[in-house]
């Protein structure tokens, strides 16, 4: 008797979507570019979906398959908080426009179910808001590309030669950074310190090029 194997290797590219949360805590640095006491305005999740695709290589060796991949998706992540610096009241607000990932991969596979860890490099697009609270008016905006690192895990089940449809997780470390508020019509400029961590959840469905199905006895 022969028994079909599923084989993972082969270059792969597919699609995906979810929903991520991403937490920011902005400590205020400087005001007018002179540096003041660090102080928390603190902290809000910037929550909504995201999609995108992927793309990626994978070879298997028996059980175990490695591979790398590079995800692009574009987000709607918002979320905003009143300051608790404020002489008067304002809001800051976050909205994360794109994630990126770089990684790499290793899993093993039972037949057409791959289960698999990965961790890389992770980047951001991200936008920054101030408006007074009781007017909506924006005072300060700025923008930032952010880069961090990632780890995450995911399950795949192949149901069909080429065809695979997958759940992953991802966590971004993000750290911490500087940012700068430029000068407006109606504000002095301002820095904050922003630390940034994501977590995000998607589906995915993928179609691989050139793996073999192996026959073993």
Request: aromatic share 14%; charged share 15%; glycine share 14%.
């Amino acid at each position: 008797m022969i028994a079909a194997a599923y084989d993972w290797s082969g270059f792969y590219i597919g699609l995906n979507g979810g929903g991520a949360s991403s937490r920011e805590c902005l400590t205020i640095t400087s005001v007018a570019g002179a540096a003041v006491t660090p102080n928390s305005e603190g902290c809000h999740s910037a929550t909504g979906g995201l999609a995108g695709g992927q793309i990626g290589y994978r070879w298997q060796s028996a059980g175990w398959v490695f591979g790398v991949e590079a995800q692009g998706d574009w987000a709607d992540l918002k979320g905003s908080n009143a300051s608790l610096t404020a002489v008067i009241p304002y809001t800051n607000q976050t909205k994360v426009d794109a994630i990126g990932l770089f990684t790499g991969q290793v899993g093993y596979a039972w037949n057409n179910v791959l289960w698999y860890l990965k961790g890389g490099a992770a980047v951001t697009d991200n936008k920054y808001t101030s408006a007074f609270t009781a007017t909506g008016v924006v005072f300060n905006q700025t923008t930032e590309t952010r880069w961090g690192g990632a780890i995450g895990t995911g399950i795949e089940f192949s149901f069909a030669p080429d065809w695979s449809v997958g759940f992953e997780y991802n966590h971004l470390f993000m750290g911490n950074r500087d940012v700068t508020f430029p000068v407006t019509a109606i504000a002095v400029t301002r820095s904050d310190n922003i630390r940034q961590d994501i977590d995000m959840g998607t589906v995915r469905v993928s179609y691989r090029f050139g793996g073999p199905v192996i026959a073993k006895y």
